[in-house]
């Protein structure tokens, strides 16, 4: 349960996209300024990644991560219960989608365009209730399916390409090396969403819930839970960033506007 000590599990720290993080983070995060710029210069030459490609990527990078992480069994106990609660998801709004648990106890959770979701040990002990845990569940298929997880892994893949060059990289996807596809893919998961796209993903968690038959509130109780986490692990965001009370007070309108 503590997690093998993998490149993965070291370089994402703190709460991921879940509380906080009101400041700074998007697609600046993932390119710095020259990197846009280049980046920019690499995308007029006509360097873009269809969906097909994204999604791709996005498969390639989820095989590596899950090499990279101890993936719980079929078997384990956590594994046993996000089935049970994933059965009937496989298909889900228009999404394919398919689960995994990490084991390790970081309070996180992701999701990337082919429709992988990962979830760690860490946040369902947080969460025995299930309806909680399935708002966050519900809150990361939210940035699949509004696109969030491709604009970061586009932005990831532009950034690489501006940095090593396109030739260096392969120009396509069905080419890239295995350490571009990894560094790739752990930009682009650990990079902040912007404020806008939280609270839709926010907004979506409370919908999936409602889909679900599950109680909307277990939206506003999951996140009071990060944002207490938040504060213990001291992350830099509570001090001055309120994001997390900003956060349940959106949910908790959004749920009475939608009864
Ligand atoms: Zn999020």
Request: proline share 2%; hydrophobic share 40%; aromatic share 6%.
């Amino acid at each position: 349960m503590t997690g093998k000590t993998t490149r993965f599990a070291l370089t994402i720290t703190g709460l991921l996209c879940l509380a906080g993080h009101a400041h700074a983070g998007k697609l600046a995060d993932l390119l710095g300024s020259q990197g846009l710029k280049d980046a920019g210069t690499t995308a007029m030459t006509g360097l873009t990644l269809t969906d097909a490609q994204v999604i791709e990527l996005g498969a390639k990078s989820v095989a590596q991560m899950d090499q990279d992480n101890p993936v719980a069994s079929a078997d384990n106990a956590y594994a046993k219960r996000l089935a049970k609660l994933a059965s009937g998801m496989e298909r889900e709004d228009g999404l394919k989608l398919n689960f995994k648990v990490y084991l390790v106890k970081d309070v996180n959770a992701f999701a990337v365009p082919d429709g992988s979701v990962r979830v760690f040990a860490g946040l369902m002990d947080l969460m025995p209730d299930d309806a909680e845990l399935l708002s966050v569940i519900g809150h990361e298929i939210g940035h699949v399916k509004y696109g969030h997880s491709k604009e970061h892994y586009r932005a990831a893949y532009l950034s690489r390409a501006a940095r090593k060059g396109v030739a260096a990289i392969g120009g396509t996807v069905g080419k890239l090396a295995s350490s571009d596809i990894g560094a790739i893919g752990e930009a682009a998961v650990n990079a902040k969403f912007s404020r806008a796209n939280e609270t839709q993903a926010d907004e979506y968690g409370v919908d999936f819930l409602r889909r679900h038959n599950l109680d909307p509130n277990a939206a506003v109780r999951g996140m009071q839970k990060l944002a207490a986490q938040d504060g213990k692990a001291k992350t830099s965001f509570l001090d001055d960033h309120p994001a997390s009370q900003e956060r349940v007070s959106h949910l908790q309108k959004y749920i009475a506007r939608k009864k």
